[in-house]
């Protein structure tokens, strides 16, 4: 059992490119969420799904994109890369929206340079 | 303006004392908490939660107290192990009507148990 899977672990973008964090659950979760975690600020919400076909915003949207075409996946997409979008970005999954005990997937440690 | 707050960055204790770690809130439509473990390189795991109609949550060496009139919650750890190392995150999420699923998280307590 796999659990949350993200991919790249790495990455390094030029100001101004676009890019897509993967991220898979095997789990036939409904909820899934990205965060991004800066220093001094934990984990912050970027945007969430409770369902395929439905996403919502977060805490801090801005300059990210999300969709939610099936259970399994739920891709991020930085529309144009900003240096202060480097951080660690992790996704979650979870059983359903009222079963908060989230997993989480390693992580893609991004740097826009 | 943070929801959750956790004020203290790190707390360092030894081997077998206790380690409490602190949470407060302010939004009072938080009705579900939890703690989550972090190591470095790798993912948050979930350690324990409460639901806001208990005021206390064991599992094993972990407690997780909740005072719903301060708005706080505290994890405490006994007896601390070093492998208990980590950053702890505390979590908040509003049930009822209002229930999204949203996850909002603390800054991070960086725990060091000393040998």
């Known amino acids: 059992n796999a659990g949350v899977t993200q991919t790249p672990k790495f990455q390094v973008l030029k100001t101004g490119q676009s890019m897509t964090l993967q991220c898979a659950q095997d789990m036939n979760h409904e909820y899934m969420s990205w965060y991004r975690q800066d220093p001094g600020m934990g984990l912050r919400l970027i945007h969430y799904s409770v369902g395929a076909g439905i996403t919502d915003q977060g805490e801090v949207p801005n300059g990210y994109n999300v969709s939610r075409s099936t259970t399994e996946d739920f891709p991020l997409r930085l529309l144009s890369a900003a240096p202060s979008q480097t951080s660690v970005y992790f996704c979650?999954?979870?059983?359903?929206?009222?079963?908060?005990?989230?997993?989480f997937g390693q992580g893609t440690r991004l740097t826009v340079v | 303006d943070q929801q959750v707050k956790q004020n203290s960055p790190s707390l360092s204790v030894q081997e077998g004392r206790i380690s409490i770690l602190n949470c407060d809130y302010t939004n009072s439509m938080f009705d579900y908490f939890l703690w989550y473990k972090k190591y470095p390189a790798e993912g948050p795991t979930f350690l324990i939660s409460i639901s806001s109609i208990k005021d206390k949550n064991e599992d094993g060496r972990f407690t997780v107290f909740l005072n719903k009139s301060a708005k706080h919650l505290s994890l405490h750890i006994v007896p601390s192990q070093p492998g208990d190392s980590a950053v702890y995150f505390c979590?908040?999420?509003?049930?009822?009507?209002?229930?999204?699923?949203?996850?909002?998280f603390g800054q991070g307590t960086t725990l060091q148990v000393k040998p």
């Open positions: 979650a999954s979870s059983y359903s929206i009222w079963r908060t005990e989230a997993f």
């Open positions: 979590a908040a999420s509003a049930g009822g009507s209002s229930n999204t699923g949203k996850l909002i």
